[in-house]
């Protein structure tokens, strides 16, 4: 009987812990335990399964960046940092971060963009003077009617960097850009402030942008790499409301 006591006991025990880890992590209860890793003001946006079994996922915002922290569920041991998986070869933590990004693009600094286009849509561009896929984009986008794309000059090298140096002090930037896209060698112009490239740049990691082209939307979405026409076009409608192009 009390061996029989015993084992009900532990199963009891069991059940219990089982049901304590299948319940949701509310957000209040997250807030709670970030507070002891973050000092600065955040608001949690989301609880969920993290990937890394036995763990929640809380995504936090602090200002307009976004963290991601995992919390055990036994509610003991915080991971405050990034989850690699050895098997697909990925960041986990950065690919997620990067699905929840979205651009203010009513502050993005137009002054550091080369413009391209008139129209009542709009597309923001991060290009690479080097960037074969960004010459494909290039074309494709001087055929679309209704559209003002603006270029951040985005280098990933130190020759693609003197490159767009050698773009940003161009008289006519739009055709400095395309001749280097075309394999050209820049033309010496005298020399201007090219803060803007670096501002670029910085722009650019904020945004967790670490490949050309890579495309920011009229609503802030941001896609990387290179559309096919089709896609592109769903892309700009979807994103301006529109249907058509005109």
């Given at each position: 009987?009390?061996?029989?006591?015993?084992?009900m006991?532990?199963?009891?025990?069991?059940?219990?812990?089982?049901?304590?880890?299948?319940?949701?992590?509310?957000?209040?209860?997250?807030?709670?335990?970030?507070?002891?890793?973050?000092?600065?003001?955040?608001?949690i946006?989301?609880?969920?399964?993290?990937?890394?079994?036995?763990?929640?996922?809380?995504?936090?915002?602090?200002?307009?960046?976004?963290?991601?922290?995992?919390?055990?569920?036994?509610?003991?041991f915080?991971?405050?940092?990034?989850?690699?998986?050895?098997q697909?070869?990925?960041?986990?933590?950065?690919?997620?971060?990067?699905?929840?990004?979205?651009?203010?693009?009513?502050s993005?600094?137009?002054?550091?963009?080369?413009?391209m286009?008139?129209?009542?849509r709009?597309?923001?561009?991060?290009?690479?003077?080097?960037?074969?896929?960004?010459l494909q984009?290039?074309?494709?986008?001087?055929?679309?009617?209704?559209?003002?794309?603006?270029?951040?000059?985005?280098?990933?090298?130190?020759?693609?960097?003197?490159?767009?140096?050698?773009?940003?002090?161009?008289?006519?930037k739009?055709?400095?850009l395309?001749e280097?896209?075309?394999?050209?060698?820049?033309?010496?112009?005298?020399?201007?402030?090219?803060?803007?490239?670096?501002?670029?740049?910085?722009?650019?990691?904020?945004?967790?942008i670490?490949?050309?082209?890579?495309?920011?939307?009229?609503?802030?979405?941001?896609?990387?790499?290179?559309?096919?026409?089709?896609?592109?076009?769903?892309?700009?409608?979807?994103?301006?409301?529109?249907?058509?192009?005109?």
């Open positions: 009987m009390k061996r029989f006591l015993l084992v006991g532990l199963l009891l025990a069991l059940i219990l812990l089982l049901f304590k880890n299948s319940m949701a992590l509310t957000k209040e209860e997250a807030a709670n335990i970030v507070k002891e890793v973050v000092k600065k003001e955040f608001k946006l989301e609880v969920k399964e993290a990937p890394l079994e036995g763990f929640w996922e809380v995504v936090a915002e602090i200002g307009q960046e976004k963290m991601i922290v995992y919390i055990d569920k036994n509610l003991r915080i991971i405050h940092g990034q989850i690699l998986d050895r697909t070869k990925k960041n986990t933590t950065l690919e997620r971060l990067k699905e929840l990004r979205k651009a203010d693009v009513s993005l600094p137009l002054e550091n963009a080369i413009p286009g008139e129209g009542k709009r597309l923001y561009v991060f290009t690479n003077p080097e960037c074969y896929f960004c984009l290039h074309e494709e986008l001087k055929k679309i009617k209704n559209l003002q794309t603006f270029f951040f000059l985005f280098p990933v090298s130190p020759t693609s960097y003197e490159k767009a140096k050698s773009i940003w002090c161009a008289p006519d739009v055709k400095a395309e280097v896209y075309q394999g050209m060698e820049p033309k010496i112009y005298p020399l201007c402030d090219t803060r803007a490239i670096d501002k670029n740049i910085e722009l650019g990691r904020r945004l967790l670490d490949s050309t082209p890579t495309l920011i939307l009229q609503n802030g979405k941001i896609i990387e790499g290179y559309s096919n026409p089709e896609t592109l076009m769903n892309l700009l409608n979807s994103s301006s409301g529109q249907m058509k192009n005109d």
